[in-house]
């Protein structure tokens, strides 16, 4: 499983800085996120971004984007940057709302919309994923499960949800285990409250174990206070887990 960083972690430091802190932490690659770094559309920058990251010997793992299944909006400026930064997973968001708030067509039209963009991105040789995230439609594994089976072309992401205990997670990620593509990783509280990884060591090492055969990056996200010297911790942490 690779290591990586996604690029939103420091959405108040410029890309090359992303690049030198992904290498000084010795991680694999970038996720590069969509509403700063790489904005759906500015192909120049996109591209820009994947030679620099390329050049520093780093993996484009992904591209993450804010693309809302079912809301209308156009995914053309979301395939062309993540053409343009050769990436192979467009990361995208299922819907606008908690899962138990949809109606049956809602969902249908999440479901529709996420078939017809992976066709497109499956043209370009790109899966899209879903973001695994509270107050979508994937904010359990079962409203997850039942989107990816009614679109069967795309994968998903997966992350904790802090309000859950650890057997419940695990059991979360048991569910979409057979089509996890990436994992959010990160260690909260339920209020937001955010810790060093080192202090979710047991979450987390259950939560490897399974995805290992099945995820192909363990992605750092949100780190404690925003800190560049806590993600350097945090990435080391990661390592050691992986190890």
Not at 78 to 92: E, G, N, S
Request: aromatic letters at 8%.
């Amino acid at each position: 499983m690779k290591t990586g960083l996604t690029s939103i972690t420091f959405r108040q430091l410029g890309w090359p800085e992303i690049i030198r802190i992904a290498c000084e932490c010795k991680l694999h690659g970038i996720e590069w996120g969509g509403d700063v770094h790489a904005p759906p559309g500015d192909t120049t920058r996109a591209e820009e971004i994947r030679r620099a990251t390329e050049q520093a010997g780093l993996t484009m793992l992904s591209y993450g984007s804010y693309y809302r299944l079912g809301a209308n909006e156009a995914f053309a400026p979301v395939l062309a940057t993540a053409k343009a930064l050769q990436v192979p997973v467009v990361r995208v968001w299922a819907g606008t709302k908690a899962s138990a708030q949809h109606t049956t067509k809602e969902r249908q039209l999440a479901a529709e919309d996420a078939q017809c963009i992976a066709a497109q991105a499956a043209q370009h040789g790109i899966t899209v994923a879903l973001e695994y995230h509270r107050n979508t439609l994937t904010d359990t594994s079962q409203s997850t499960v039942d989107l990816l089976k009614a679109t069967g072309n795309i994968k998903t992401y997966w992350q904790p949800n802090p309000e859950l205990t650890r057997a419940q997670n695990l059991q979360e990620l048991t569910d979409v285990l057979p089509w996890l593509t990436h994992l959010h990783v990160f260690h909260w509280a339920a209020d937001g409250t955010r810790f060093a990884l080192e202090d979710g060591t047991v979450d987390w090492q259950a939560y490897l174990q399974a995805a290992k055969p099945y995820a192909a990056a363990a992605i750092l996200e949100f780190v404690k206070d925003d800190s560049p010297s806590q993600f350097q911790s945090d990435a080391s942490q990661l390592r050691r887990l992986l190890r």
